[in-house]
């Protein structure tokens, strides 16, 4: 056994990483990485007691070179009477259409794929792919290639429709791969593997970690590549695993083991392309690290992301003893007023239409309450920033309440001011927080807090500038944020290019529709809203922007969503932000 066959079984034994009888896919591109770890896993699954499968996504990014690629994975999958399976779409067409990266449509591709032969996916109507899964024989007879191991599937092939892949993440059908006398195929279950295995390295670990402190991040983006990930389907279950048995191991080790044994790879173009992000990392900041500073900086990144999923687990922990301890979860006043014996039925006067007489009035079901949570104060506030940071971030992730640093900031800020016992702060989605002599308060939105439901309103906008919406009781403010100016999310910036004014705020209207970024495909605003459990009547006064003049207009913002993928502000570009703010302009909402 070769002494890196011997390294990757104990990694993955000691990380318990595979388990006798796993299916595995290895994601195999045809790069070093990839390569090596097949070869590996064709090694050690004697010893591991598993099924292997070999896994290719064509990304169609390099014409030909892509189609090449495919072939020579398909050659090693027959070479080790190996199953194959394998899709393909257009990455560069996907990153267009969504205005995202190419790594970031790749991977979307790449991991829906996964998702799909995980069984992940559930079916949403006419299937928008289909994967060729071949046994691949040593020769037409159906006869196992000597030496190859327990693969423990039967002799008969299958064909697989991928269950739920949709249009978001395939474009087109899925090519079968060409082979002689292919068996005939019949339908088998999506579940069909339940661990997909890839190359990344410790290599891919340094370069994530530098990528993410360049960028901006906090202890849990440290943590970086994670050794495994489970994988859920639509119903929360989990249906499998992808994992990375080679993050202790450098590509140049790799690369030496594929000469040691004779194995070829494919070379691919794109990673010397310095237009991406990794690539220039790769390429420049890494090398001057090693040079110029540590020779090991490398292997002290990948160490750092350990430290930083170790601690993130810690506070997991910790966060989870909070929940029932310091933190005290209670159903919302106006809830507990609610009649006995389960009516959920709250009645809410609707303001009459102009012209129409009188008032009517709407029946609306509450689904979903939040509850409001109630902080012990004086825990908290004694308690070290770092806990009174991750207290007040968990109470909005358990609620969710979408809390970016400067809402935390300013909620810590507000329960430690003198003064403010009483008083309320308000927060996105209409959550308040109330301060108390013994505690902090986190209020759900109440549905009846206004009997009478205003008509609806519209403003215009300027571009800088910022309008107030009293129905609401907040400021809209739209301002250009710098390039290098930091503490803003990048996935809440338009671009300031495709950006054009005036801008209008005003309510949605029945029939709006908006696509925020990761979504996958637009969406009626009320859906949206019903989504979140947005109750009425602040349901009906959600406020919106829009760009552009009356008749020809489309939404670019929508409280508390990102926004639109086709209008997010490209990497290094100037954007703008729309926010929310408090009526006194203090502070974002």
Known sequence: ???????????????????????VGIAVSGGIDSVALLRLLLELRGEL????????????????????????VAGLAREHGLEFLADGDDAALLAAEEHISLETAARELRYGFFRCLLGAEEDVGP??????VHRLESNRTGAAPPNSGPQGLKPHSKEMHLRGAEASLFHGTAEAVPFPNPPVADEIPAAFLNVICTGHTLDDQAETVLMRVIRGTGLRGLGAIYPRIAVEDDEGEVCGEIIRPLL????????????????????????????????RVRQ????????????????????????????????????????????????????????????????????????????????????????????????LLGEPIAVQRRLVKAVGERAEIPLEFKHVED????????????????????????????????????????????????YELELPGRVSVPEIGSVIEALRVTADEAGYNPEHLLDG??????????NWRAGDRFWPAHSKAPKKIKELLQDRH??????????????GKEGGDQIVWVRGFAVPARLRVKAEQAGVLIREMAPSGNGTI
Not at 497 to 506: E, T
């Open 1 to 23: 056994m070769h002494s890196l066959d011997q390294r990757v079984l104990s990694h993955i034994r000691r990380q318990e990483l595979l388990q006798p009888g796993d299916r």
């Open 49 to 72: 007691g598993v099924v292997v499968s070999v896994v290719h996504f064509n990304h169609k990014l390099r014409g030909a070179e892509s189609d090449a690629d495919q072939e020579f």
């Open 127 to 132: 299937p928008a792919a289909e994967a060729a």
């Open 248 to 279: 202790g191991i450098r590509r140049r080790q790799l690369e030496q083991y594929l000469h040691d044994i004779g194995q070829s790879w494919r070379e691919d173009s794109s990673n010397a392309d310095d237009a991406f992000t990794r690539n």
């Open 284 to 379: 420049m900041v890494v090398p001057l690290l090693e040079e110029k500073f540590n020779r090991a900086v490398s292997e002290n990144l990948a160490e750092l992301a350990e430290i930083a999923r170790g601690e993130e687990d810690y506070w997991e922990n910790e966060v989870a003893g909070w929940m029932g301890t310091v933190v005290q979860w209670a159903e919302p006043e106006w809830r507990r007023g609610l009649a006995a014996g389960g009516d959920s039925l709250v009645q809410i006067q609707r303001a009459a239409s102009e012209g129409s007489e009188g008032s009517a009035v709407e029946t609306e079901t509450v689904e979903g309450v939040a509850m409001d949570a109630s902080v012990d104060r004086r825990w």
């Open 411 to 458: 909620i810590l800020q507000f329960a430690a001011e003198s003064g403010t016992a009483g008083k309320k702060l308000t927060l996105p989605l209409g959550w308040s927080a109330l301060v108390e002599p013994e505690a902090l308060i986190f209020l759900a939105p109440d549905p009846r807090r206004e009997k009478i439901i205003p008509h609806d309103y519209e």
């Open 497 to 506: 290019v495709l950006l054009r004014g005036p801008l209008r705020v005003r």
């Open 534 to 547: 947005v109750a009425q009547p602040e349901r009906r006064l959600w406020p919106v922007v829009l760009m």
